[in-house]
Protein backbone atom coordinates (compact mmCIF):
# COMPACT_ATOMS: atom_id res chain seq x y z
CA UNK A 1 0.00 0.00 0.00
CA UNK A 2 1.38 3.48 -0.97
CA UNK A 3 1.34 6.07 1.99
CA UNK A 4 0.01 9.33 0.99
CA UNK A 5 -0.20 12.41 3.64
CA UNK A 6 -3.94 11.97 3.28
CA UNK A 7 -3.63 8.33 3.81
CA UNK A 8 -1.25 8.91 7.02
CA UNK A 9 -4.12 11.40 8.55
CA UNK A 10 -6.61 8.77 7.66
CA UNK A 11 -4.62 6.48 9.98
CA UNK A 12 -4.14 8.53 12.69
CA UNK A 13 -7.84 9.26 12.65
CA UNK A 14 -8.97 6.21 12.82
CA UNK A 15 -6.18 4.94 15.20
CA UNK A 16 -7.27 7.30 17.69
CA UNK A 17 -10.47 6.55 17.18
CA UNK A 18 -9.81 2.66 17.09
CA UNK A 19 -8.02 3.46 20.70
CA UNK A 20 -11.08 5.77 21.90
CA UNK A 21 -13.21 2.50 21.62
CA UNK A 22 -10.80 0.15 22.53
CA UNK A 23 -11.85 0.36 26.18
CA UNK A 24 -14.69 -1.29 27.80
CA UNK A 25 -17.65 -0.09 25.72
CA UNK A 26 -20.94 -0.04 26.74
CA UNK A 27 -23.67 -1.58 24.35
CA UNK A 28 -25.28 2.25 24.32
CA UNK A 29 -22.22 3.58 22.99
CA UNK A 30 -22.00 0.80 20.46
CA UNK A 31 -25.38 1.61 19.58
CA UNK A 32 -24.71 5.38 19.48
CA UNK A 33 -21.52 4.95 17.81
CA UNK A 34 -23.52 2.79 14.99
CA UNK A 35 -26.13 5.11 14.27
CA UNK A 36 -23.83 8.56 13.62
CA UNK A 37 -21.64 6.41 11.17
CA UNK A 38 -24.39 5.50 9.27
CA UNK A 39 -25.10 9.26 9.52
CA UNK A 40 -21.68 10.11 8.43
CA UNK A 41 -21.81 7.75 5.72
CA UNK A 42 -25.28 9.86 4.17
CA UNK A 43 -23.49 13.14 5.49
CA UNK A 44 -20.94 12.53 3.19
CA UNK A 45 -20.88 9.46 1.21
CA UNK A 46 -17.64 8.10 -0.26
CA UNK A 47 -16.18 10.35 -3.08
CA UNK A 48 -13.79 7.93 -4.65
CA UNK A 49 -11.32 9.30 -7.28
CA UNK A 50 -8.50 7.39 -8.88
CA UNK A 51 -5.06 8.58 -8.70
CA UNK A 52 -1.68 7.57 -10.13
CA UNK A 53 0.96 7.55 -7.08
CA UNK A 54 4.93 7.20 -7.05
CA UNK A 55 6.03 3.96 -5.09
CA UNK A 56 8.89 1.91 -4.38
CA UNK A 57 9.99 -1.66 -2.82
CA UNK A 58 13.35 -3.53 -2.08
CA UNK A 59 14.05 -6.26 -4.32
CA UNK A 60 16.89 -8.93 -4.04
CA UNK A 61 18.91 -9.25 -6.46
CA UNK A 62 22.17 -11.64 -7.05
CA UNK A 63 25.54 -9.84 -6.73
CA UNK A 64 27.34 -12.76 -8.45
CA UNK A 65 28.80 -13.98 -5.10
CA UNK A 66 28.14 -16.58 -3.07
CA UNK A 67 28.53 -18.23 0.28
CA UNK A 68 29.52 -21.66 0.87
CA UNK A 69 29.32 -23.82 4.02
CA UNK A 70 30.65 -27.03 4.20
CA UNK A 71 30.10 -30.03 6.39
CA UNK A 72 31.24 -33.26 7.12
CA UNK A 73 29.63 -35.96 8.41
CA UNK A 74 31.46 -39.49 8.78
CA UNK A 75 33.22 -39.40 5.50
CA UNK A 76 31.45 -37.55 3.91
CA UNK A 77 32.13 -33.89 2.92
CA UNK A 78 29.09 -31.63 1.22
CA UNK A 79 29.06 -28.49 0.64
CA UNK A 80 26.05 -25.79 0.19
CA UNK A 81 26.14 -22.86 -1.77
CA UNK A 82 23.57 -19.91 -2.01
CA UNK A 83 24.34 -16.84 -4.18
CA UNK A 84 24.44 -13.89 -2.00
CA UNK A 85 22.19 -10.83 -2.51
CA UNK A 86 21.30 -7.26 -2.21
CA UNK A 87 18.49 -5.41 -1.82
CA UNK A 88 17.96 -2.54 -4.50
CA UNK A 89 15.08 -0.23 -4.69
CA UNK A 90 12.65 -0.27 -7.27
CA UNK A 91 10.63 3.12 -8.50
CA UNK A 92 7.12 2.21 -10.23
CA UNK A 93 3.82 4.13 -10.67
CA UNK A 94 0.76 2.82 -9.26
CA UNK A 95 -2.89 3.45 -9.60
CA UNK A 96 -4.89 3.81 -6.02
CA UNK A 97 -8.20 4.66 -5.17
CA UNK A 98 -8.94 7.60 -2.35
CA UNK A 99 -11.88 8.32 -0.61
CA UNK A 100 -11.79 12.20 -0.94
CA UNK A 101 -13.86 12.50 2.48
CA UNK A 102 -13.67 9.96 4.21
CA UNK A 103 -11.20 12.56 7.16
CA UNK A 104 -14.55 14.67 6.89
CA UNK A 105 -17.03 11.36 7.74
CA UNK A 106 -14.82 10.21 10.55
CA UNK A 107 -14.86 13.40 11.96
CA UNK A 108 -18.27 14.16 11.79
CA UNK A 109 -19.25 10.53 13.38
CA UNK A 110 -16.69 10.99 15.93
CA UNK A 111 -18.39 14.45 16.48
CA UNK A 112 -21.80 12.99 17.03
CA UNK A 113 -20.99 9.70 19.06
CA UNK A 114 -19.70 12.21 21.60
CA UNK A 115 -22.10 14.52 21.35
CA UNK A 116 -24.95 12.46 21.73
CA UNK A 117 -23.33 10.38 24.39
CA UNK A 118 -23.16 13.95 26.28
CA UNK A 119 -26.59 14.39 25.96
CA UNK A 120 -27.82 11.15 27.19
CA UNK A 121 -25.48 10.06 29.15
CA UNK A 122 -23.47 13.06 30.55
CA UNK A 123 -20.30 11.75 29.20
CA UNK A 124 -18.54 10.89 25.77
CA UNK A 125 -18.50 6.89 26.73
CA UNK A 126 -22.54 6.41 27.31
CA UNK A 127 -21.48 4.85 30.01
CA UNK A 128 -24.52 5.13 32.85
CA UNK A 129 -22.84 6.82 35.83
CA UNK A 130 -25.76 6.19 37.75
CA UNK A 131 -25.90 2.59 37.94
CA UNK A 132 -22.86 2.56 39.44
CA UNK A 133 -23.92 5.68 42.37
CA UNK A 134 -21.48 7.55 40.84
CA UNK A 135 -22.74 11.12 41.30
Not at 48 to 54: E, N, P
Not at 61 to 84: I, K, L, Q, Y
Given at each position: MVMTSRTH????????????????QTQAFLAVRATCSEAGYRAYPPE???????AYRY?????????????????????????????VRVDYTEVITVDLVEDERLQYAHACTHS???QEFGNGQCRDNTARGAP
Open positions: RSMFLLACWAALLSGCLQQRVVDDQVPTGGHTCVTTEEGNTRTETCTPDTRSRCM
